[in-house]
Antibody
Framework: QVQLQQSGPGLVKPSQTLSLTCAIS??????????WNWIRQSPSRGLEWLGR?????????DYAVSVKSRITINPDTSKNQFSLQLNSVTPEDTAVYYC?????????????????WGQGTLVTVSS | QSVLTQPPSASGTPGQRVTISCSGS????????VNWYQQLPGTAPKLLIY???QRPSGVPDRFSGSKSGTSASLAISGLQSEDEADYYC???????????FGGGTKLTVL
């Protein structure tokens, strides 16, 4: 059974960097049949996909246009985990952040789905 | 505003059948499969339906999904109090090159 365990601070100051980690058990961050995603949820924006990292002979990243200039998602194969860094945060980045495994079911992303999700981390951006 | 459109609320009495709609476009639902997630209060979303109409192991057959053109639906039959939750549809968007979600539907069991 795959489990994702999130960790990281719940309070970040404006203009600083939000950093979260998602530890994987029961699967590998280097799996060829999965991708590793970050998604956030807020009352104003609902569920918002932020980006993903995945390994297909080499590492790839895809990022949402809305955060592309500020986001980095990195795998850590030594610890079997992946991380999220979001730079220059503002109060609008206040949200519950989730990591999620994307199961690859076909040749295109359109065949895939998220399962499971991490427990969520409420991150508040405030001075 | 979410890319996929869902009604903000739905309700039914125990035993009833309710449906929740999800409307998109040719770049998301029209060309890719739809997944549904259930979010119980205070918890993370959980996979409910994948690939338009497939149920993961452990999900009761009271839950079913369908897709036609650029719209999808989630049906819940034999409604139970434990079904009270928020429900979200999701699909990959080929134009945005990313995942998009519906705004969520809050289901109330009266």
């Amino acid at each position: 059974q795959v489990q994702l365990q999130q960790s990281g601070p719940g309070l970040v100051k404006p203009s600083q960097t939000l950093s979260l980690t998602c530890a994987i058990s029961g699967d590998s961050v280097s799996s060829n049949s999965a991708a590793w995603n970050w998604i956030r949820q807020s009352p104003s924006r609902g569920l918002e996909w932020l980006g993903r990292t995945y390994y297909r002979s080499k590492w790839y990243n895809d990022y949402a246009v809305s955060v592309k200039s500020r986001i980095t998602i990195n795998p850590d194969t030594s610890k079997n985990q992946f991380s999220l860094q979001l730079n220059s945060v503002t109060p609008e980045d206040t949200a519950v952040y989730y990591c999620a495994r994307e199961i690859v079911a076909g040749p295109e992303s359109g065949y895939n789905w998220f399962d499971p999700w991490g427990q969520g981390t409420l991150v508040t951006v405030s001075s | 505003q979410s890319v996929l459109t869902q009604p903000p609320s739905a309700s039914g009495t125990p035993g009833q059948r309710v449906t929740i709609s999800c409307s998109g476009s040719s770049s998301n639902i029209g060309s890719n499969t739809v997944n549904w997630y259930q979010q119980l209060p205070g918890t993370a979303p959980k996979l409910l339906i994948y690939s338009n109409n497939q149920r993961p192991s452990g999900v009761p057959d009271r839950f079913s999904g369908s897709k036609s053109g650029t719209s999808a639906s989630l049906a819940i039959s034999g409604l139970q109090s434990e079904d009270e939750a928020d429900y979200y549809c999701a699909a990959w968007d080929d134009s945005l090159k990313g995942w998009v979600f519906g705004g969520g539907t809050k289901l109330t069991v009266l």
